[in-house]
């Protein structure tokens, strides 16, 4: 298989954490293409796209000197390498926080404790930025992996990690201290290559498709019924992006109103709907959704 040069590129995890849900994403989103086993590329079928498989550490990077018009890579990644890249969305999966964290047994109180010590960390730039502002002077030791044990086999006194569900920490006797990022896949761009006349539209088609999905995972799309009377109250609760659909019902008291919620207030909606007289409410995940 050869690579065509006139395709937009894309470049995604080669296998990680990453890897599944961004093929996941990106199939979703109606692009059609194999992605399996050792491939370093692959063509989309339906679509002027390939799609580049790559270490993580390596993406921005590839983005930024425009090898790549496209990547997916985590917050983490592009911070620590200060790549020059156009973040264009956030992708709601790879979620996890950068976060110093200290020996539990220590019962740390605060930031100054860290003062004068060694702090172990695969991520240098962003802790060195985040001592320099905060003005605590601490040492930093670059390891490339299980930052975890370096409490354990005193090459550190804290660290500083990826953190998701805690559990790492917990088995290691550690605890976090203060959180210094938030952290989330995101779609990243060229740019220069994204301004390119050549690109622009095909890009444009490219996002289009990407947050067709990810505004549908965003919201819910909600049916209930409700005496007519009840209407101005629904419409009160309802955050929809327009006026709700109202649609009357065989019994001429009724009605049944149709909408959009988002996912972040939806049981908060569904209380107040219930509370304002709708009833038989059923919900229902959106395929796709342009705005
Ligand atoms: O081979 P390659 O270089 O491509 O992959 P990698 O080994 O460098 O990265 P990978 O696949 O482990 O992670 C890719 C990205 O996933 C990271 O850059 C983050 O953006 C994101 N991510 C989300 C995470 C985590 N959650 C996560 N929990 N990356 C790593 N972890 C590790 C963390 O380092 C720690 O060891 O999981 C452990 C903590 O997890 P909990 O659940 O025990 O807290
Ligand atoms: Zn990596």
Redesign the pocket.
């Known amino acids: 298989m050869k690579l065509n040069e006139n395709n937009l590129k894309i470049a995604i995890?080669?296998?990680?954490?990453?890897?599944e849900p961004t093929i996941e994403l990106l199939q979703r989103s109606g692009f059609e293409f194999e992605a399996y086993g050792r491939q370093l590329f692959a063509t989309c079928r339906n679509f002027p796209l390939e799609f580049l498989f790559?270490?993580?550490?390596d993406i921005p990077e590839y983005v930024q000197d425009g090898v790549c018009a496209l990547g997916i890579?985590?917050?983490?990644?592009i911070e620590e390498k200060g790549a020059q890249v156009k973040r264009l969305e956030r992708l709601g999966f790879?979620?996890?926080r950068l976060s110093l964290a200290v020996p539990v047994a220590e019962k740390v109180k605060d930031l100054t404790w860290l003062k004068g010590k060694m702090i172990a960390t695969?991520y240098p730039k962003i802790l060195r930025r985040f001592l320099e502002e905060t003005g605590i002077s601490a040492s930093i030791l670059e390891v490339n992996?299980?930052?975890?044990i370096a409490p354990t086999l005193a090459m550190a006194e804290a660290i500083c990690?990826?953190?998701?569900?805690?559990?790492?920490?917990r088995?290691n006797g550690l605890c976090v201290l203060e959180t210094i990022m938030e952290?989330?896949?995101e779609l990243i761009g060229c740019p220069s290559l994204l301004n390119e006349s050549k690109n622009k539209l095909i890009v444009e088609r490219f996002l289009m498709r990407i947050r067709g999905v990810l505004v549908a995972r965003r919201n819910k799309y909600v049916m209930m019924n409700a005496p007519a009377t009840a209407l101005d109250d629904i419409r009160a609760v309802l955050p929809g992006l327009k006026s709700p659909t109202v649609v009357p019902l065989a019994d001429s008291d009724m009605i049944a109103v149709h909408s959009v919620v988002p996912e972040d207030r939806f049981w908060e909606v569904i209380e107040r709907l219930k509370q304002v007289g709708a009833s038989g409410i059923l919900v229902l995940p959106i395929e796709k959704m342009i705005l």
Not at 13 to 19: A, E, F, I, P
Request: charged share 25%.
């Open positions: 995890q080669k296998s990680g954490r990453l890897t790559l270490r993580d550490d890579v985590g917050s983490n990644v790879g979620k996890c695969t992996g299980s930052v975890e990690d990826l953190v998701s569900t805690g559990t790492t920490l088995m952290s989330e896949a």
